[in-house]
């Protein structure tokens, strides 16, 4: 029992979530510094945020152990259906219990919201499952920067605004544009990490495209991207000066950089894999603060 438990949870990948709670916390904050902070909208945008997460790692699992990209060579944290651990078909059939399960979760939110959270909700499952699966796989032909710029960003903080106040904020865009720049530098560390199976296996991230140096250059620049953005809403808007303090994210993430810098090995980037999570949640909390004091 105890190793299906660890089983299911290492095929959940919790070091992903933030990524997913994140944009909803900070789009949650905004609306409540807005005054327009609703708890129940708030609540099932995190609940469809992490199911269609959990789906997508679930998809993700299935599918890559289908295309043959994940290999006994592989660095990274163990993969439960390439290992063994859990069967192909228990796979497939639990993503497609999660995301049915993310979908019923959504119903109050279209209920409330309409056609734009409906929208938001197919396109989310369906870049979920298209991560890895079809013909030409976002994530095996180097769009998996986009679909996590986007869709961990500015679609995940104005959606969550939007299911609240049911008006869209341009503010909440562009503060998404920071939080989806941090998705980016995770996904970097994860590719930097597996480029040299990825290329054996012709999944061709941008790593692999385009070698370790960009790679290196790319999980930095998006870090400062992220970290700039703040200070970019207060001087367009003139308004919540503290969201500044977020700004502080680039020297919070110096140790990390380093790292990407100087290792190679998969425990060593495993462990700035799991602490760019961490900075997308502290990145969430500092700026939520900021738009709220």
């Known amino acids: 029992m105890k190793i299906k438990l660890k089983a299911w949870l290492m095929a959940c990948r919790p070091k992903t979530l933030p990524a997913a709670a994140a944009p909803v916390i900070m789009g949650a904050a905004m609306a409540y510094g807005d005054g327009v902070f609703h708890f129940l909208s708030a609540f099932f945008c995190l609940l469809c945020a992490l199911l269609i997460q959990i789906g997508t790692n679930l998809a993700n699992d299935y599918f890559d152990f289908k295309k043959g990209a994940d290999t006994p060579e592989r660095v990274g944290p163990v993969r439960v ?3 063994g651990l859990l069967s192909p078909r228990v796979v497939k059939l639990s993503f497609i219990f999660v995301f049915t399960a993310a979908v019923l979760a959504s119903f109050y ?27 030409k796989p976002l994530g095996y032909i180097g769009l998996g920067e ?17 299911a609240q106040a049911l008006t869209f904020n341009s503010a909440t865009v562009f503060a998404g544009l920071g939080l989806g720049a941090l998705s980016v530098s995770m996904l970097c ?20 495209r385009f070698g370790r140096r960009f790679a290196q250059a790319e999980y930095i620049g998006s870090i400062f991207l992220a970290a700039v953005i703040p200070a970019w809403i ?26 990407v810098f100087a290792k190679t090995d998969g425990p060593s980037l495993n462990k700035v894999l799991g602490f760019t999570g961490k900075l997308m949640i502290i990145y969430a909390a500092l700026f939520s603060l900021g738009w709220i004091l």
């Open 81 to 83: 259906t390439q290992s």
């Open 109 to 135: 939110l279209v209920a409330r919201g309409g056609l734009p959270i409906a929208i938001i909700g197919i396109l989310s499952i369906s870049s979920g499952i298209l991560y890895t699966a079809g013909p």
């Open 146 to 162: 986009v679909f996590v710029l986007i869709f961990f960003g500015p679609v995940a903080v104005a959606g969550t605004y939007y």
């Open 189 to 208: 560390v994860n590719n930097y990490r597996d480029m040299t199976t990825d290329a054996l296996t012709g999944k061709r991230t941008l790593a692999v």
């Open 234 to 259: 207060y001087l367009v808007t003139g308004q919540h000066v503290k969201i500044i303090f977020t700004c502080l994210i680039a020297l919070i993430a110096i140790p990390s950089m380093r790292v």
